[in-house]
Every structure is written in C-alpha cells, then in structure tokens.
C-alpha cells in the first residue's frame, strides 16, 4: 500500500478548540449550565440598583430632617422668649424712670399714666393686657429707730405713697405666653415676670401727683 501524497493533518492548536460558551458549528460541543429562575440580574449584582440608591436616600432623609427640623423650633422658640423677657423689662424699666418725675397722662392718675408708659414700650404684648398684670408699689424707708423694723423699706398706699425719697416699684407679672412647640418643654405656657425701681421725686414743692388704683 503507497503512502498518500499530499495529504498531511496538522495538530489542531489550544485556540481552536472550543471555549465555554463560544461555540462554533461545526467545531465540537458546548454544554451551558441552566440558569436558576430565582437569580436574576439585581440578585447576582453585589452593587445596589438606582431604585435601592433611591429608597435609602429618603430613609436617611427623613431622619436628619425631622431631629434638625425640632432643634430648629427649640431655638426659634428660645429666641421669641428672650426676646419676650427683655422688651417686658424694658416696658417695666421706661415706666418706673415715667414714675419718679411726676408726670401724668391726660385724664389719667398717676399709677395709670404709668401703666400707659408699660403698654405704649411693650411692642404691643402688653395691649390688651389688664391692670392686674401692671402694678405700680411704692415703698417707704422706716426710719424710726424704736420701729423693730428700722433701716428697712415697708409697702405705703394712700396719698403720699410717692412722695420724694420713697421707693416705686413697676412690676409686669402673670404675662403668659404659649410654646411654639408645647410637647418640647411640657405642656405649660411660660410665665413671665419682671419689675423696675427707683427712687421717686415726684411731688413737686411739696405737691404730689394723685396716684389712683
């Protein structure tokens, strides 16, 4: 038997040969595992989709906002108060430096001439506020060293109340005022009180203003 002339075989090469999941007709077989219908796409991602991205955002969202959203009314509400206290001080103050020189109002005693001073510097809190909440005391030195009280300063009504040298004493007191946010510092309103005095010089060579209620 003569060998063939011209016919040879060549041993096929690694990149031939048939890869998994690149198969060729022709060129051997390929078995592919079956995928599992319980993995999808996102199942088999190890990174989070948009719409993860986008349901975490809101979750964290909503709680920096709410915290921040409360500490923000904590100091507005602190604000309003402080800025409550000092212009009711400063309606007391204006009102008692109105008491010590003597004036009066058209038409009204002293003590309410004096309440009108309070009301007209109260930036409108003390408006509508009644006479109660404004009180006007005057205070006399007792000066009489057989008195167990000496050297100390006792309550005076009446006429002559302000006479020159005694003590007059504005007070704001019971002025309430509601919480922005009640639930933050308790259910109660806060209660503001304040007073001024000084030192009367009200009656004129020897004439004191009627004081009244």
Known sequence: ??????????????????????????????????????????ARSPHPTKKNERGQAAVEAALVIVPLMMVLLAIIDVTVAIFMMNTLEYAARQGVRYAITGQTSSGLQQNGSIRKVVRDNSMGFLTSAPDSEITVTYYSLVTDPTSPNVNTSQQVTGAGSNANGNLVKVSVAGFSWAWMVPYLWGTSALSINTASADISSACVAGVCPSIGP
């Open 1 to 42: 038997m003569q060998p063939l002339v011209g016919l040879h075989t060549t041993p096929r090469s690694s990149r031939d040969r048939p890869r998994p999941g690149n198969v060729r007709p022709g060129v051997g077989t390929h078995c592919r595992a079956p995928e599992l219908p319980f993995l999808n796409a996102d």
